[in-house]
C-alpha cells in the first residue's frame, strides 16, 4: 500500500518577507475565526504581523447577500510591520458575494481562492453577478484556484452524525488549513485551541479537525499550487509575546493601573459598537476586584463612573462617539468638581450614528471642546493595539496626579485590530501616585490646590473631618462654598485650564522618526501610526528628506512639539477626519500644516500617505484617493 | 502584583459618636423662600439623622438640580449637587464602589420623573440600597412656575396659560412598578410622620423611595392644602401600617374596605370586620396599587408606608461576586498579562 506522502507532488517553495490575506465570506461563514485562527498561528511561529477584520454591519445579513460579507485581513512578515497591509496578495472567498464586495482591493494577478461549490444560480443572484466570474473571463488578471471546498468538506465529514448546516458550518476549517498548508504552518495552534474550545462538544471538535486537516491535505496532495511559500520569523526584541487586540490590551492597562495604584476599578458603559468588548473583558476580571456595571444609558455610565471617584476608586467609563456625545454633560461635571474620571473613546465613523463598524478619528474635537463654558480636559490617545495597554496607565496615571478628567481616544481599528506584543516586565510600568486629602483642623477647603499641579485635593466619603460640598455649581476657590464672584470664577477658570497645561511637566517630549530636521514631517495621532510610519520609511528608502512624529499626549501636546514643528519646510497631516489635529496645530502653533484626509471608515493605506507625501515635495501631481468598491459597501 | 483592597479600610471612625441635630447644620444660608416646605423636611432629616448613628463622614447627599437639589449644602455630611437628572447614577456608582456608606438621594418631581425619570426607575429596578426622597410640588420652582410631570391635568401655568393637556403620573405608582422594596409617602407638614418615614427609608436595606408632598408658596402654594392642613388631616388622609385596618377620621370613625378591586369608604364602620387590612410586605403589589389609585376628594388620601420588602441589595450582589472571585485568587497582573498563548523570542 502506498502512503499519501509517495503521492504528493513537488511543491516549489518560495520565501517572501511579508504576505497580506484576506477571508472573506459571509457573516455565518466564521470568517473572524478563521483570520483568528491563522493569526494566532503566524503570532506563534514569529512573525510580525497586523490585522483587520471588517464586519458587517447587521448581526445576520441574509446569508449569500453583499451586506452580509465580513472580512478579516492580516499581514504577516518576517520584518517589522506597522499595518495589516494596503492590498491583499491572496484572497479567500467563500461565496459570490465575498467576491464581488473584495475583489477591488487584491493586488493585480494576486492568488484567488474561491469555492467554486457556492457559484451557482441563486448565490450568484444574490451577489448581483449576471455571469458566472469564474467561467466569464472576468478574472483573468488573478491567479484563479477554484476549489469545490463545500463538497469536499462534505466528503471529509460523511457518516458524522451531524446535521447538515452543522457540517457546512466546518467549511471555514477546511479553507483555513489549506491556507495553513500554503504558507507552511502547522496545524498545532488550531488544534489546542479547538480542543479547548469545543471540549464539550467532541462531535464537533471532531468535525472541525477533520475539515481542518482535509483542507490542508487538499493542499499537499492536489497539483493545483505549484508553489508553497516560506514566510520566516520576523527579528523582534527578545522577550515573551502574545498576541492582543486593542480593546484587549485597554481592559488590561486599566487593570494595570487598578493594580498599579492600589485603588479597585469602577467600569461604567452602556453596549456601544465597538467600545463593548472592553465591557466584556472587564466584567470577566472581578478576581482583581473590579466592578462593572452595565448602565441604562450613556450619561448613567459616566455618572456612576464620577459616583466611583467620588468615592476614592477608579471610575472609568467607555463608549464610542454618539456616546461621547451623551455624556458631555457629565464630564463637564468631572471637569467642575475636579474629579479624576477616564473616558474611553473607541471611536467610529461619525456623525451621528455614521457607520458603527467602521473607524474614523473624528472625535479629537468633540473631545478637545465638546462642551459648554471653558472647560478643559486631558487627552491621550494610543497608537496601535497594544499601545492601549500603556496608555490606559497613562490615563490614570494623569487623572489621578492632576485631579483632571482625561479622555483616552482608541479607535474600531485600533480596538478591533490585533498584534503580537511583548509583554512588558511590571518594573517597566509607570508609577501611579495617588494621595487622598490630609486631615486638617477647622474648615475643609476642597478647592486648596497644589502649588506645583494645580491638583485639588482628594477628600473621600468616610474620612472624618473633612466633609465638604461639591457640585456643578461654580465655587469659591479660597472657601469651597458656592460663588457667584466675579474674579473667582475667572480666577477657577483659568485655573481648571493652567492645571491641564501644566500636565506637560509630567509626559514625554514628543518622539521623531527619521531626520532631525528637513523637507517634511508628517506628524499624526491615534491609529494612523502603522500607515505613517511605513510610509516615511519608504520615502525614506528612496532618499526623501521625511520624518514622521506621531502624537500620543493631544492635551496638552508635548512641550517640544512646536520646536519640532518649525524644524521642516513643511508639516503633513494625515487625518481619518476633516482635519481636526490640524486645526488644533494650525491654531496653536501658527505653523501652516498640510491635511490630508479621508473619511471613508476604512484606515489609512501606505500608498496613499506615500502618494501625498510626494505632492507635497513636488514629486507628482495632486495625489487623489481612489476608493474601491471593497468588503466596506457591506455597512448596508 | 495582584489586586488592590480598597484603600478606605481604615478611614473610618471606628466609634459611633452621639451626635445631635446641630452636627448635621453647615453655615451655609439656607436660600429657599421663607415659607417653602423645604425648610420641614430639611428640619425632620436633620433631627433624623443622629438616630441612625452613623458616623457624619459615612453619610453622603446627593442631589440634582432644583430647590430641592440645594438640600446637601446645609446638611453637615459628605454631599454632591450635581447636574439635572442625574443624581441616580452618580450614587449608584458611588454605593456600588463603597458600600460601607449610606447614601440619601434627593431629587424633585421635574429633576426625578422627567429629565431623570429613566435612572430613577433602574435605580429603583435594581433595588441599590439607596435612600431617594423625592420632593413632589407639582410644579418648576427654580425655573420660576412651569407646569412639572406631576402637575394636574389642565393647570394654569408659565408655560401653560391655558392650561396643561398632559396627564400627571404618580410617583408612588411608578415606584411600585419598577419594583422599590420599600415606598412611602409623606407630607412636609406633618413633621412627625415625615421623620419617621426618613428614618424607615434610611433603616431599610434595598432601595427607599419616599415621596414627600412639598408646599411651594410662591409658584403653587396650598397644592396639598386641601388633604394635608392639620384641621382636615385625619378627616382626609388615611394613615398606612402595616397589618392594621384602614381607618381615618377625627375619631378614626370611618374605614376603607374593597369591593372587588375597588376601594369604598365605610362611614362609621363599628367594627374593623371587613375593612381592609395594610400588608405592607406583600410581594405583590396589587394592593398596593389599588391604595395608590386613592385620591382626595373621592377618598382619603394614603400616607405612610407601601411597600417593604426584603431583597438582595445590587451593592450587595456585585460585592458578592468580587468577593468569591478574590477568594478564588486573587488577579495576578502576571498571569494576566500572559492568559492565552504566548511565546518566547531569544
Known amino acids: 500500500m502506498t502512503t499519501e506522502t509517495q503521492l504528493k507532488p513537488e511543491h516549489h517553495v518560495e520565501e517572501l518577507e511579508r504576505v497580506t490575506i484576506r477571508f472573506a465570506g459571509d457573516s455565518g461563514d466564521g470568517m473572524q475565526l478563521t483570520g483568528t485562527q491563522f493569526t494566532r498561528t503566524a503570532a506563534v511561529f514569529g512573525n510580525d504581523l497586523a490585522t483587520l477584520p471588517d464586519f458587517p454591519a447587521e448581526i445576520r445579513a441574509p446569508a449569500g447577500s453583499l451586506p452580509g460579507v465580513s472580512g478579516f485581513q492580516i499581514s504577516f512578515a518576517s520584518t517589522e510591520i506597522y499595518t495589516p497591509g494596503d492590498r491583499p496578495d491572496v484572497l479567500v472567498a467563500m461565496n459570490p458575494a465575498a467576491l464581488k464586495t473584495n475583489l477591488g482591493d487584491l493586488k493585480p494577478g494576486g492568488l484567488l481562492i474561491v469555492d467554486k461549490d457556492e457559484f451557482e444560480p441563486t448565490n450568484l443572484k444574490k451577489a448581483a453577478y449576471e455571469t ?70 467532541p462531535d464537533i471538535l471532531e468535525a472541525n479537525l477533520r475539515a481542518l486537516r482535509a483542507g490542508y491535505n487538499f493542499g499537499e496532495t492536489t497539483e493545483l499550487f505549484r508553489v508553497q511559500y516560506r514566510v520566516p520569523p520576523a527579528k523582534v526584541p527578545p522577550g515573551t509575546y502574545r498576541h492582543i487586540s486593542g480593546n484587549e490590551a485597554t481592559a488590561l492597562g486599566f487593570v494595570a493601573a487598578s493594580v498599579l495604584s492600589g485603588l479597585p476599578l469602577f467600569y461604567g458603559s452602556y453596549p456601544i459598537t465597538p467600545a463593548s468588548d472592553i465591557l466584556h473583558e472587564l466584567s470577566k476580571l472581578k478576581n482583581f476586584g ?64 455614521g457607520m458603527p463598524t467602521k473607524t474614523e478619528q473624528a472625535d479629537l474635537l468633540q473631545a478637545m471642546f465638546g462642551r459648554n463654558g471653558d472647560s478643559y480636559v486631558a487627552i491621550v490617545a494610543p497608537c496601535t493595539p497594544s499601545d492601549c495597554f500603556l496608555m490606559a496607565i497613562e490615563a490614570f496615571r494623569i487623572a489621578l496626579k492632576h485631579m483632571v478628567p482625561v479622555v483616552f481616544l482608541s479607535d474600531g481599528y485600533l480596538g478591533n485590530g490585533s498584534e503580537p506584543w511583548r509583554i512588558p516586565d511590571l518594573s517597566e510600568l509607570p508609577r501611579i501616585e495617588w494621595k487622598y486629602a490630609e486631615p486638617q483642623n477647622g474648615k475643609f477647603n476642597p478647592y486648596l490646590r497644589d502649588p506645583e499641579t494645580l491638583a485639588r485635593p482628594w477628600a473621600v466619603p468616610g474620612q472624618k473631618g473633612l466633609e465638604h460640598r461639591i457640585g456643578g455649581l461654580e465655587k469659591s476657590g479660597e472657601t469651597g462654598d458656592i460663588s457667584y464672584d466675579p474674579r473667582n470664577h475667572h480666577e477657577m477658570t483659568l485655573a481648571r485650564k493652567a492645571k491641564v497645561d501644566r500636565i506637560v511637566n509630567d509626559i514625554p517630549p514628543l518622539e521623531v522618526t527619521g531626520p532631525e530636521e528637513g523637507d517634511l514631517l508628517v506628524l499624526g495621532w491615534g491609529g494612523t501610526y502603522g500607515s505613517i510610519t511605513s510610509a516615511c520609511d519608504n520615502a525614506r528608502k528612496r532618499g526623501l528628506s521625511v520624518a514622521s512624529a506621531h502624537l500620543r499626549y493631544l492635551n496638552p501636546f508635548p512641550a517640544n512639539l512646536g520646536d519640532v514643528l518649525k524644524r521642516y519646510r513643511k508639516v503633513l497631516i494625515p487625518e481619518l477626519n476633516t482635519g481636526q489635529l490640524a486645526l488644533l496645530i494650525r491654531g496653536r502653533y501658527l505653523v501652516d500644516a498640510i491635511s490630508f484626509n479621508k473619511i471613508s471608515g476604512q484606515p489609512f493605506k501606505i500608498a496613499e500617505i506615500e502618494g501625498k507625501i510626494d505632492e507635497v515635495l513636488g514629486l507628482r501631481d495632486e495625489y487623489v484617493l481612489e476608493f474601491t468598491r471593497s468588503a466596506g459597501v457591506s455597512g448596508g | 502584583m495582584t489586586a488592590p483592597t480598597a484603600p478606605n479600610d481604615g478611614l473610618i471612625s471606628p466609634d459611633l459618636p452621639v451626635l445631635t441635630r446641630k452636627d448635621f447644620v453647615t453655615d451655609q444660608e439656607v436660600r429657599w423662600c421663607p415659607g417653602c ?19 457624619r463622614e459615612k453619610l453622603v447627599f446627593i442631589s440634582g438640580i432644583g430647590c430641592s437639589s440645594r ?110 422594596t420599600f415606598v412611602a409617602r409623606s407630607v412636609d407638614r406633618d413633621t412627625k410622620h415625615l421623620e419617621e418615614m426618613l428614618y424607615r427609608a434610611a433603616q431599610h436595606k434595598g432601595v427607599s423611595f419616599v415621596e414627600v408632598y412639598q408646599n411651594c408658596n410662591i409658584f403653587n402654594d396650598g397644592a396639598f392644602a386641601a388633604f394635608a392642613e392639620k384641621e382636615v388631616r385625619a378627616e382626609r388622609m388615611v394613615y398606612l401600617e402595616h397589618g392594621k385596618p384602614l381607618r381615618f377620621g377625627k375619631n378614626n370613625e370611618h374605614g376603607i374596605r374593597l369591593n372587588g378591586f375597588t376601594p369604598e369608604v365605610v362611614e362609621n364602620a363599628e367594627s374593623d370586620e371587613g375593612l381592609l387590612v395594610h400588608d405592607a410586605h406583600a410581594d405583590n403589589i396589587t394592593l398596593a396599587n389599588i391604595l395608590v389609585g386613592m385620591d382626595y376628594p373621592d377618598f382619603p388620601v394614603p400616607i405612610g408606608v407601601f411597600r417593604d420588602i426584603d431583597a438582595p441589595t445590587f451593592d450587595q450582589l456585585v460585592q458578592q461576586q468580587v468577593d468569591e472571585a478574590m477568594a478564588k485568587g486573587r488577579g495576578s497582573l502576571e498571569a494576566a498579562l500572559r492568559a492565552g498563548e504566548t511565546w518566547v523570542v531569544e
Open chain 1, 132 to 201: 458566472n466570474p469564474l467561467e466569464d473571463g472576468s478574472l483573468a488578471g488573478y491567479q484563479v484556484v477554484p476549489i469545490s471546498i463545500t463538497r469536499q468538506n462534505e466528503l471529509a465529514l460523511e457518516g458524522m452524525p451531524l446535521s447538515a448546516k452543522d457540517k457546512f458550518r466546518c467549511r471555514n476549517f477546511y479553507a483555513l488549513g489549506l491556507v495553513l498548508w500554503l504558507y507552511g504552518r502547522t496545524l498545532d495552534t488550531t488544534i489546542k485551541w479547538a480542543t479547548e474550545q469545543f471540549k464539550r462538544r
Open chain 2, 37 to 55: 416646605g423645604d425648610y420641614s423636611i430639611l428640619a425632620q432629616m436633620q433631627k433624623m439623622l443622629p438616630e441612625l448613628r452613623i458616623p
Open chain 1, 290 to 353: 473590579v466592578k462593572t456595571f452595565q448602565a441604562e444609558d450613556e450619561i448613567a455610565a459616566i455618572g456612576a463612573a464620577i459616583g466611583a471617584a467620588y468615592g476614592g476608586h477608579l471610575g472609568l467609563t467607555g463608549t464610542s462617539g454618539p456616546g461621547l456625545a451623551l455624556k458631555s454633560e457629565a464630564l463637564n461635571l468631572a471637569v467642575m468638581t475636579e474629579l479624576p474620571i477616564v473616558v474611553i473613546d473607541v471611536q467610529r465613523a461619525g456623525p451621528s450614528t
Open chain 2, 71 to 180: 438640600f446637601p449644602y446645609y446638611v453637615n455630611t459628605y454631599g454632591f449637587h450635581s447636574i439635572h437628572g442625574r443624581a441616580p447614577t452618580i450614587a449608584t456608582g458611588l454605593k456600588t464602589a463603597r458600600p460601607d456608606l449610606t447614601v440619601f438621594v434627593i431629587t424633585g418631581d421635574g429633576d426625578g420623573l422627567s429629565i431623570g425619570g429613566n435612572h430613577l426607575l433602574h435605580a429603583m429596578r435594581r433595588n441599590i440600597d439607596l435612600n431617594i426622597i423625592l420632593f413632589n410640588n407639582r410644579i418648576y420652582g427654580l425655573t420660576k412656575g412651569q407646569y412639572s410631570p406631576t402637575s394636574e391635568f389642565g393647570k394654569i401655568t408659565k408655560s401653560s396659560p391655558y392650561g396643561t393637556t398632559e396627564r400627571p403620573l404618580n410617583p408612588i405608582r411608578i415606584a411600585l412598578a419598577a419594583g422599590a
